[in-house]
């Protein structure tokens, strides 16, 4: 068995084994590989570490378990977490909210509904009128990073310079740029569409989706007048990036056309406070 495939079949391991005690060391033992050699390839084939890795699973499965009735803290325990700060402070970080918080997004309608299939369009050039919004992070990672917006702004002078020039009918585009800056960072960039007629204002850029193929997903629509309804809107965002990138692109047929650019459109359906939802747009080659 070539080491990717061990690999596959270490992450299934561990994924039926999340209430279990798990290390990297048994699990090195357990394939025999010595523990630096095995953390290294399993860095490089999953983009995480082994400690990583766990962690996440196991907050899937608490969030999961929460979803089912189980109590907080019972499901932190279940899932091998020592400590109920350490659960919630490991859960906010990953899913954007505490437990409880998690809990009362269900009411605005995350969680259990079937995602609905993308419609297929085709597009010309896209030009985008806005401003980036500078961060640490080296890699593209859409699944961790959706709705970023909601986690990261801009300075107040940017955002009230970028919001001066929207009016609630304008078609709004957030992106993850591919070009990093001179420290290796990569930025998001967040503005209006333009019209083939129109020009910006100074102080603001200007960026060109490319024309392509796109995989259309709409958002579940959300109720906004609750109390959790924007961090509910993040959520549904991102559990949207997550369907399509660990199962849609997986059994559609089509890949990921790595010229063109990923993004979230936000319009008008997004001002509905009692059904607000937004598009995902992917550029899809279909399979040869």
Same mark, same amino acid.
């Given at each position: $068995?070539? =080491?990717? /495939?061990? $690999?596959?079949? =270490?992450?299934?391991?561990?994924?039926?084994?999340?209430?279990?005690?798990?290390?990297?060391?048994?699990?090195?033992?357990?394939?025999?590989?010595?523990?630096?050699?095995?953390?290294?390839?399993?860095?490089?084939?999953?983009?995480?570490?082994?400690?990583?890795?766990?962690?996440?699973?196991?907050?899937?499965?608490?969030?999961?378990?929460?979803?089912?009735?189980?109590?907080?803290?019972?499901?932190?325990?279940?899932?091998?977490?020592?400590? #109920?700060?350490?659960?919630?402070?490991?859960?906010?970080?990953?899913?954007?909210?505490?437990?409880?918080?998690?809990? +009362? $997004?269900?009411?605005?309608?995350?969680?259990?509904?079937?995602?609905?299939? #993308?419609?297929?369009?085709?597009?010309?050039?896209?030009?985008?009128?806005?401003?980036?919004?500078?961060? /640490?992070?080296?890699?593209?990672?859409? !699944?961790? @990073?959706?709705?970023?917006?909601?986690?990261?702004?801009?300075?107040?002078?940017?955002?009230?310079?970028?919001?001066?020039?929207?009016?609630? @009918?304008?078609? +709004?585009?957030?992106?993850?740029?591919?070009? #990093?800056?001179?420290? *290796?960072?990569?930025?998001?960039?967040?503005?209006?569409?333009?019209?083939?007629?129109?020009?910006?204002?100074? *102080?603001? @850029?200007? !960026?060109?989706?490319?024309?392509?193929?796109?995989? !259309?997903?709409?958002?579940? #629509?959300?109720?906004?007048?609750?109390?959790?309804?924007?961090?509910?809107?993040?959520?549904?965002?991102?559990?949207?990036? +997550?369907?399509?990138?660990?199962?849609?692109?997986?059994?559609?047929?089509?890949?990921?056309?790595?010229?063109?650019?990923?993004?979230?459109?936000?319009?008008?359906? =997004?001002?509905?406070?009692?059904?607000?939802?937004?598009?995902?747009?992917?550029?899809?080659?279909?399979?040869?």
């Amino acid at each position: $068995m070539g =080491c990717t /495939d061990m $690999m596959k079949e =270490c992450r299934n391991y561990i994924d039926s084994h999340l209430e279990s005690e798990l290390s990297a060391m048994e699990l090195a033992k357990r394939y025999h590989y010595s523990y630096y050699h095995f953390c290294r390839i399993f860095q490089i084939s999953s983009g995480m570490s082994v400690a990583s890795y766990i962690r996440e699973k196991r907050l899937e499965l608490a969030a999961e378990k929460v979803k089912k009735g189980t109590g907080i803290f019972e499901a932190a325990l279940e899932v091998g977490f020592e400590t #109920p700060s350490g659960f919630v402070k490991a859960f906010k970080k990953k899913f954007g909210c505490t437990p409880t918080e998690y809990l +009362k $997004m269900q009411a605005c309608g995350i969680g259990g509904v079937q995602m609905e299939e #993308p419609r297929f369009v085709a597009l010309g050039p896209i030009h985008v009128l806005g401003h980036s919004c500078e961060s /640490d992070k080296k890699e593209l990672d859409s !699944v961790q @990073n959706g709705a970023y917006w909601f986690r990261e702004k801009g300075s107040e002078e940017k955002q009230k310079h970028h919001h001066g020039h929207m009016d609630e @009918n304008t078609v +709004k585009i957030g992106l993850w740029l591919k070009e #990093p800056d001179a420290q *290796g960072n990569l930025s998001y960039f967040f503005g209006k569409k333009l019209e083939a007629d129109q020009t910006g204002p100074e *102080g603001l @850029n200007v !960026v060109t989706i490319p024309a392509a193929e796109y995989a !259309v997903f709409t958002t579940r #629509p959300l109720d906004m007048t609750l109390e959790e309804g924007h961090k509910a809107f993040a959520e549904s965002i991102r559990e949207t990036w +997550k369907y399509i990138y660990e199962d849609w692109l997986e059994t559609s047929g089509y890949d990921l056309d790595e010229e063109g650019y990923d993004f979230e459109c936000y319009d008008a359906r =997004c001002k509905d406070k009692h059904a607000s939802c937004m598009d995902i747009y992917i550029p899809v080659r279909k399979h040869k």
